[in-house]
DNA sequence: AATGTTCAATATGTCCTACATATAGACAAA
DNA sequence: TTTGTCTATATGTAGGACATATTGAACATT
């Protein structure tokens, strides 16, 4: 019985996955919703209509209606039956982001994923952002004189947020938010949170007088230490 | 009636949510993997015994289930019960962003997050990509001369694509593949599919011979005509 | 005309029972 | 040790039953 074999194979060959009929009915529910090109708010058929047009029993398709409803793809109401609704493409993905389930090769990806939206952030920034964020985003830095540690932590969260905030793109906001656990993580398995050279105050005060270009070459800099762990 | 106003109204106030059974049991099944910090592989409790334990019905614990094993967190097989997996974090993603369905301001959202990871990959491109990967990206540029519009798309892809690969983040490259449809819905919506001033073999001349500060401005120029529609 | 009230129809939500089916694990045979 | 056989069992599926919310309409009230 040679355990890493097993799991050597198993992973070259992939499980046999025999399809319950709950992920067919998922699968066509799927097609159809995208096949009759229905928007938003459009009326769906009653459960008991697709159970019977499938062939399956009301449970199937409420297994089925079960994960299109949890991804936000369709919403039922007690009488009226069901409707198409613009699914939220996060909230699916909330679910699954835990640092404690997620593979270890995952989370770095997830980790280095951070790193190349931190570092393509200038971009955006550079077409939306005011004045008035460079103030909040300043005060924000200045906080951290003379603070404890967990302060520092939390005030890392909200400098590096109000960045992505400053984008003016409420999804990529949406997206760091939900890494942060997985940073968190990975940092914490490191031995010690090291700093750049260039600390949030520093990046500030590029955004403020300096060019993209600078703040690039600043923001690189802030993240060096992660960078040079990358292997 | 004003049937617009009733659809912003509902927009801006949210629909009123009774949970379902099932919204809860799935709740409490991930906070019950979450707190027993089981690890992939462990079995858990066989579905009558959590519909005892819960005071629901199998039916209820069953869609519950049936959502958990659509993300991957669980895997069932006939007489073992469940163990808990390893979950694909990126699955339950694929199966919402259809183009079609989600609406225009995440739609732009998300091409616009898509700019911010191209813009980013140069300092991940730079630590890992071979010469052999130049090779390659070389020949996929190479591929676009004296062809019709159709395979330039293709071969579009495949240029960006070779791009993320290169980084060694296969959850990174996986992303790109799962916002191509987006990307390629936003750019049919676009008057004419304009390129900016470096083409593809001009990128495949700067990793060959240039720095990271030389690819990251031409990746600016090569994407600039998407820059220039933001606002 | 706008707001309240009543009411019946009905689609979803939930529970239950029953049975088919694959298969884990034990044991037998090679 | 490997391979074949058997059986108990947990999941997969079906179908019936009923509770419940809520729609949509009809009607009364302000």
Known sequence: MNESLINDLSKNLGRVKANTMADDVELKLRQYLK???LKPGDALPKETDLAEALGVS???VREALSRLRMLGMIETRKRKGMVLASPDI???FERVLDPLIIDDTTLRDIFELRLVLEMGLADLLYV???EADIDELEQIANNEINKDKSFLVK???AFHGKLYEMTGNSTLKRFQIMLLPVFAYVIALVDKPVSGKIDHRGLVSILRN????DFK???YAHLK???????
Chains 1, 2 share one sequence.
């Open 58 to 60: 009301r449970n199937v």
């Open 128 to 130: 939306r952002m005011t």
């Open 155 to 157: 005030n890392e969260i």
């Open 90 to 92: 996060l909230q699916a």
């Open 35 to 37: 096949k009759m090109s």
């Open 210 to 213: 300096g060019s993209k270009e």
């Open 217 to 219: 070459k600043g923001m």
């Open 225 to 231: 230490p992660h960078f040079d762990r990358l292997k």
